[in-house]
Structure formats: C-alpha cells, structure tokens
C-alpha cells in the first residue's frame, strides 16, 4: 500500500488521478489532497477519499472546511504544500499544479526523494538544470505524465540512459496544432478565450489549452524533452499530428521509429507513471483500429505560431531566460483569459520581455524565483502598455 499527495485535486489532471486512484483501493491511498479553488469540491473529494491531510489557499478556506464538518488536518498557503509535498506518509506525489505555483513544492518532493509524477511541466521549465541535479543526488524517482514525454518513456529501452547510449538519433513531440491549427494570421488576431479553451481533442484546464492553441504548450514541453531525456533542442523535432493518436515517437539509429498510441486520454499515462514499472488499468477503452480515421504528419507553422521558436530561443539561451519566458507567458495567458488582451499579443508580450529581462545565471531556487518575479512586473509592463497603446 502506497501513500499518495495529489497536488492540484480539483484540476483537470487531478481529476485523472482520482479516477485512476479510485480503481486500486488496494495498492494507493489518498493521503493528502491540495486545491486552491472550488472548495465546495474538495469537500467532495475529502468525503469521497478520506485522506489525512488537506491543504488550501487561506485560513479562510481552512475555516470554513472545517466548518462543513472536515476532521482531517488542514494547511495552508506554500508553506502548506511544501510541507504536504515531503510528508512521510505519502511515498508517491502526483505534480498537478498548474504553472509556476507548482515549482517550490514539486521540487521539494524530488528533494525527499518520493516518487515523482510530473504533469507540472512548467516546474521543469522554469528550473530544469536545478531540478534534474536535485533528481539526482536525492534518488527520488521521477516520471512524466506529460503525454507525449511518457509516450517517449514508453519507447525507451534503457530508461534513465544517455540518448547516444540507446542508440537513438531524435526524439519526435507530436502536437495536436490545437484548435486555430488552420487559422489565418486575420483570423487569429480575433480569436477569443471561449474558442481557445475549446480543444478539438483534449479535455483541459484553461491554461493548458490556451498553451496548446497559441503552439507555447509544444514549446514549453521541447524544453521538458531536453531536462528530462538529457536531449540536445535539435535532437527534438515537432510534429503536428491532429488525431492525438500518436503521443510521440523515438527514432533509433538503425532506422527503427517507435511510437506509443492511445486515446487521447490522461488516465492512461497517469497509470503508466503510477504503476511503472508494472503496468495496471486505467479505465480507458483500447483503440479499435479498425474504425481509427488515417494519422495525419505536417510540419508546424512557426511564422503564424511564433511561441515554439520563442521557447527554442530561450532555451538556447540558458540561465534564467526559460524562467522568463515561462512567467511572460502565464502573465499574458492570464491576460488573454480575461480578455484583457487579444491571443497574437501572447508572443508579442513574451518576446518583449525575454529581451528586456537581463539575463543572468541560475545557481539555486532563489535565482529561478528571482526571475519569475522580474519577468512578472515585465510582462505587466508590457500588457499596460499595450492597452494604452
Ligand atoms: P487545472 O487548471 O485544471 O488545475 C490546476 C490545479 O492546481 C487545481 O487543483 C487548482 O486548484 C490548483 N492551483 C491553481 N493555482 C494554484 C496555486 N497558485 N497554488 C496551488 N495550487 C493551485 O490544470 P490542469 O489542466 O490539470 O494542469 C495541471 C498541470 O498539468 C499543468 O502544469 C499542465 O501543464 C499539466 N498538464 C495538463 C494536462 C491536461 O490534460 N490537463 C496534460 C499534460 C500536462
Ligand atoms: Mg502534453
């Protein structure tokens, strides 16, 4: 029996998890869960779980928990999660946090050395080099969730070897191309929140799916690629694949191109990274190949979708800028969600402040927040301007 801290609960991805969970009373139980909105589900959830531990936003949220009759302890604010993120009882911490909140406690559970399910990819991003290093020296044991990097997991013969030792020449991302994939560069400036959020097929949280339709959500996982599979940029190639049957490829040196398939469904590789190296069900119906329509390849567009060349030019140049262009872009997703900017002001935003930010070195946690937060106030500059302008 393993313990289990889900970080992000109420979310798209914790949702996943739970399903998954709940199919293996006998192997996991439901230590801790986190949420930072729609209380009214994680009381849900603490009925439906009974775990230990809660941890939420405030005091105010805590109160009013245990008000609704909640008899479990309850955390709050970081301090709440960094502590749920390295206690004894859960041996497994399922990373589901979305953006930068997700950093400082996921990077504590890999300094506890826990299992790690990363589908907080932004963590990754932002602080790859220190994290990976912290992978290492703490043997905590981390594994994607991300699709198309469990995908490549999936393929790998010597998970954990170097590329060269495995034999294999590139690792493949495939892409959705999400919901404007065939949009003109007219059509795009009008898109609103509503038709970004609607992915043809992904079923999401609101971040991520204006990510995946703006091509940052590929842009920010080539740099997952790298950390993870101590890739170099050019061995990653993007592809866009509008079925999502294909989650990703690896293509070895002797011709061979492995790929994994699957419905486009998160419980399948949140039981994958649950289980490995076991394997275990995660309630989601094979794919009947017989009635799948054909698999579609083309090159993505980058002069109508300038995010992925943004995040290639961030991480060619190292130090804090992956930070940077990690935080210029939540504030501008944000910003879009709200409607208070329009969706081609996204890369317009993140270009600006990867080139006003100074870049400078990242030795520790500090320097990576450091960046986070002069990023911010950058990008928030730039939004105003935009708005007078
Ligand atoms: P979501 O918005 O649906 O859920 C986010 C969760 O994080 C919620 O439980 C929310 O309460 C919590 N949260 C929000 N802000 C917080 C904060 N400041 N501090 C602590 N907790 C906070 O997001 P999602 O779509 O489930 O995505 C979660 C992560 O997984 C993201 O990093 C995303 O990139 C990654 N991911 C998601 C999918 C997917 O299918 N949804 C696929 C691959 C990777
Ligand atoms: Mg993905």
Not at 105 to 127: F, H, I, Q
Not at 213 to 232: D, P, T, V
Not at 272 to 279: F, I, K, S
Request: aromatic share 4%.
């Amino acid at each position: 029996m393993q313990g289990v801290c889900l970080l992000g609960a109420t979310g798209s991805i914790g949702r996943s998890s739970l399903e998954v969970l709940a199919l293996h009373p006998d192997r996991y139980r439901i230590h801790t869960l986190t949420a930072w909105q729609r209380m009214d589900e994680l009381l849900a959830l603490y009925q439906r779980f009974q775990p230990s531990l809660l941890v939420v936003a405030d005091a105010g949220q805590r109160d009013a928990l245990l008000r609704a009759g909640v008899r479990c302890e309850v955390l709050y604010g970081a301090a709440g999660l960094e502590a749920a993120a390295v206690a004894a009882d859960s041996a497994i911490v399922i990373a589901a946090i979305v953006g930068a909140a997700g950093l400082v406690p996921t990077m504590a559970a890999v300094r506890a050395g826990k299992k790690v399910l990363l589908a907080n990819k932004e963590s990754l991003v932002m602080a790859g080099t220190l994290f990976m290093q912290a992978v290492q020296s703490s043997g905590a044991r981390l594994l994607p969730v991300d699709s198309e990097h469990n995908a490549i997991f999936q393929c790998l013969e010597k998970p954990g070897a170097g590329l060269a030792e495995q034999g294999i020449v590139k690792l493949v991302l495939t892409a959705s191309g999400g919901p404007f994939r065939s949009f003109s560069r007219e059509q795009l400036q009008a898109v609103t929140p509503a038709q970004a959020v609607r992915h043809p097929r992904w079923s999401m949280g609101p971040k991520i799916s204006v990510d995946s339709a703006s091509l940052m959500n590929k842009g920010l996982e080539l740099i997952e690629a790298c950390h993870l599979f101590g890739a170099r940029a050019d061995q990653v190639e993007v592809v866009v694949h509008p079925q999502s049957i294909v989650h990703s490829l690896v293509q070895y040196q002797d011709g061979s191109l492995l790929a994994q398939l699957g419905r486009p469904d998160m419980r399948t590789p949140i039981a994958h990274a649950l289980a490995w190296p076991e394997r275990l069900s995660a309630g989601v119906e094979p794919l009947d190949l017989l009635s799948m329509a054909a698999l579609e390849f083309e090159a993505p567009d980058e002069s109508r979708f300038p995010c992925l060349s943004l995040a290639r030019q961030a991480y060619a140049a190292g130090g804090n800028a992956c930070a940077v262009l990690n935080a210029a872009n939540e504030v501008a997703v944000a910003a879009f969600l709200q409607n208070e900017t329009s969706f081609m002001a996204i890369p317009a935003i993140i270009a600006e402040v990867l080139q006003r930010v100074p870049q400078s070195p990242v030795d520790q946690l500090e320097d990576v927040l450091l960046a986070d937060a002069q990023a911010r106030r950058c990008a928030r500059e730039c939004l105003a301007a935009l708005q007078e302008g």
